[in-house]
């Protein structure tokens, strides 16, 4: 009767040990759960602040570029208006050099039209790279050399 009421007790000993390791595993892994809730829902939030920031950067860019177009046409109108008032003042009916409007963007200068190349020297033996530069080239204020022997 000894041995039947030890495997009784052990029975009920390790059906609380596996009830208690089943509640603290169910514990460990609903944690685990809970925080990935919580990832999940701050991640959501992120979404939506990062949605809304972008629908405040395409206002954005769309005003900036309506700011753009308002600017130019004004830059135009200020400019037709220039030349009209200087058309009318210079009397002939023609306007000044760069006061008419830019109907076309400045280019640069055609490929055949040869520039001259830039240089680090002056022309001639009087520049103003030369050891005498700036000073009185009169011969007579010059005092007399002695003779070289």
């Known amino acids: ?3 039947s009421k030890i495997n009784w007790i052990l029975a ?3 059906l609380f040990a ?3 390791l089943g509640a603290l595993g169910y514990h460990l892994l609903n944690s685990s759960a809970a925080s990935l809730q919580k990832l999940r829902k701050r991640l959501a939030e992120r979404d939506r602040e990062l949605a809304a920031l972008r629908e405040g950067v395409d206002e954005h860019l769309d005003e900036v570029s309506r700011l753009v177009a308002a600017l130019q046409r004004d830059g135009e109108a200020l400019a037709s208006h220039l030349a009209q008032d200087a058309r009318r003042l210079g009397g002939k009916g023609a306007p000044r050099a760069g006061l008419e409007p830019a109907a076309a ?8 039209e040869a520039l001259p190349t830039p240089r680090d ?6 520049g103003t790279l030369s050891e005498d530069f700036g000073l009185k080239s009169d011969e007579n204020t010059r005092a007399p050399q002695p003779p070289r022997y």
């Not at 963007?105 to 055949?112: G, L, M, R």
């Not at 020297?121 to 009087?126: F, I, L, R, V």
């Open 12 to 14: 009920i000993a390790c």
């Open 121 to 126: 020297y002056a022309d001639g033996t009087g």
């Open 105 to 112: 963007p400045v280019t640069a200068p055609e490929a055949d």
């Open 18 to 20: 596996g009830i208690g």
């Open 1 to 3: 009767m000894e041995a």
